[in-house]
């Protein structure tokens, strides 16, 4: 199906998901899931030849991995569309009314985006994920998957489409771009007339090609240039584990840590205990003039490595003279995902809540924990590193947009 | 001053700008008030500039009109900025806490959305309107108005910069773009490492422009082609009128209406009243085939007239077999800008209000009233049609973000 026909029919689509009551959805979620594990022969054979197809080509073993799907994770994908068939419904909820003085009685409703492109690489699982959050919110969408993973998109998304016929729901409630040449994908986000917004997911190289080049409405996510600060007055019995985690506990991942900022005050007596639990943990220390004093052992850190999401068993050292510093430091290189400030000085604290420019900003909690399920939204379709729209997880009401109803009695304008 | 330099200054000032307490800021907005008028003679002999050059140039009176300062309207920029300033201060706010099992404690709190740029065209006075609208929401503004009105706004925001100064506030907080090269515009809608949001205000193919061109996330802002519907249950005592206001109170409005969608049942009785009215304000009529039947003296609507925004006296009429037919045609023409139906019929209003994809959608009123003052939010930056971040009227509230603060005392992610 050409790629017209796709937009005009999400267009269509969107209309028909927006009435759609939660018990529907929710029941179509269900129908969803267990289709999915009834045809997962069918999904692991279509598998099958993408993970051929990356054999063949020498596609990389972590991105290998990442593409097969066996029982278990099918099982995890059903289990995804479970638990987001089990959240509250966000559509049609009044956020606020008010009423004017001349009468004028205004509510604003909680409505669906409408139509939502979603780009991404190759972990077929986004397929149902992606399905599932745009769904229950209220919103038809068109996916454009990696052309690696296409034979199991196309199964995942035909599964999905079978299941919501039978439950009678317009199939066009979810879209695959099966066409993999990348003019496609160029075109697609230039679809103004018939999508609401496009949501990037994957690498920062598609990330930034997608802000470049879409005239939609992007949401960026993803790029995560973390810091940990461990400020003159850290608790280090807080410091290290916190280090520990949000550095090593999954390397790949975009809240993930990538650079200490020490306070000179503290360095001599901290950074040993640091370079101790990195040597333990395996992880690469590349530190400024001022800690390599201390670190003598480190490598050290040119100005790209500060700018740097490592995403591996790295981690750069920079040090301070002050909170004041840090900020400005982390302000300058960071992507404004997640921060986190160690201290048992209030002040310290504080300052750097109000002055950090990030998302998420910690005191004494490590930066893995932003996530849409760790906050309790129960499911995410992405972490927003922009400041329009939403910041930080985005959960079922990240997917909203919101409408004025205006009840008047033949109310004009004087 | 170069682009970059502005940008890096505009990046500085947002630290500084987002730190000042609401006291601070009024008390900036008054002294700016009291500024502009004291200055008046300077800014009217710029404007003067401006005014001989568009009359050099040839420029159209209406602009000509839109482009004079004379002292009622440099009056009426200082009561802007005084309404600002008695405005609420959105900044700090908390939106939201909750607390989750581990411990964490999570808070949502308002912030700037940092560096706010806007591109604008020939009318000055945005130049403080805007200057006042992002400043009291804690922002750094980049204005680069038209070159028709260089001349003015160099005046105007060097007094605004002045009065800062004295104020002992960052004069950055605005600063003008003053090379009227257009490929510097261009320039500056890619400058995503210091400009956190573009908003657009102007034409139509200003707005375009700009969506085309930014890679920076834009807040479109402004087209509209609004319909009122007559349904077969109107109340045409509430209708007429209506009409009348929608239509031709201000003509050259985005919240205007130009189009009437009428229910068969009732056209010949209903569209005899509409013409009587249109005759009166001479306002052309522009029918469907249907509608011509009984407007036999109106000319015929082309399919490119229902997707016009006249802007003029100038309305189409379009005949419809239902609420749904009208619902559909409204979608399919409509800019998602202010929609209204007429009825008594409350089951077609709730029909109306749930199915038609619009920012503003009314019950027996006129469009007009999609403006933040009639909204009550004191003052507006311009109207949202797109979904992402902010639909229908923007006023403070809708120039920020929120960011997460999350307070924890070691917890780290198993």
Chains 1, 2 share one sequence.
Do not use: W
Not at 145 to 153: E, H, P, V
Not at 197 to 202: K, N
Request: hydrophobic share 40%; with cysteine; net charge negative.
């Amino acid at each position: 199906m050409g790629l017209l026909e796709i937009c005009k029919n999400a267009k269509a689509a969107k209309y028909e998901v927006q009435k759609l009551m939660a018990e529907k959805k929710n029941k179509a979620l269900i129908a969803v899931a267990d289709r999915l594990i009834k045809e997962a022969e069918y999904i692991k054979s279509a598998n099958d030849k993408d993970y051929e197809n990356g054999v063949k080509n020498g596609m990389h073993k972590g991105m290998l991995d990442r593409l097969k799907l066996d029982d278990k994770r099918i099982e995890a994908m059903a289990e995804g569309l479970r638990v987001v068939a089990s959240l509250e419904d966000p559509i049609g909820q009044e956020i606020e009314h008010f009423e004017r003085p001349n009468g004028l009685f205004i509510k604003k409703v909680r409505v669906p985006l409408g139509v939502i492109g979603i780009i991404y690489e190759s972990r077929p699982n986004v397929t149902a994920d992606a399905f599932s959050l745009t769904f229950k919110s209220g919103n038809a969408a068109i996916l454009k998957g990696g052309s690696d993973a296409i034979n199991s998109n196309i199964a995942i998304t035909k599964v999905i489409r079978d299941a919501l016929c039978d439950e009678g729901i317009c199939a066009d409630a979810v879209q695959l771009i099966e066409d993999t040449d990348r003019s496609v994908t160029t075109q697609f986000m230039k679809m103004n007339d018939y999508v609401d917004v496009l949501i990037p997911r994957g690498s920062a190289g598609l990330i930034k090609a997608v802000v470049d080049n879409s005239t939609i409405p992007v949401i960026e996510t993803g790029t995560g240039n973390c810091h940990i600060y461990v400020d003159k007055d850290a608790d280090f019995e807080k410091a290290i584990p916190i280090i520990i985690n949000a550095k090593t506990q999954r390397i790949g991942v975009c809240n993930a840590a990538e650079s200490l900022v020490v306070h000179e005050a503290v360095k001599d007596e901290f950074l040993p205990l640091f370079a101790k639990a990195m040597k333990e943990h395996n992880v690469e220390i590349r530190s400024d003039a001022e800690a390599k004093s201390v670190l003598t052992d480190s490598k050290d850190a040119t100005e790209e490595d500060f700018g740097k999401e490592f995403l591996d068993y790295i981690i750069s050292v920079k040090t301070v003279k002050s909170v004041d510093e840090a900020i400005d430091h982390i302000n300058r290189y960071n992507t404004g995902h997640s921060e986190s400030i160690i201290t048992e000085n209030k002040e310290a604290a504080q300052k750097f809540l109000d002055m950090v420019d990030a998302a998420c900003v910690y005191v004494n909690a490590s930066t893995r924990f932003t996530d849409g399920f760790e906050f309790g939204f129960g499911a995410e379709i992405g972490i927003s590193t922009q400041k329009l729209h939403a910041r930080g997880p985005m959960g079922l009401k990240e997917l909203t947009s919101y409408k004025y109803e205006i009840l008047g009695e033949g109310q004009i304008r004087g």
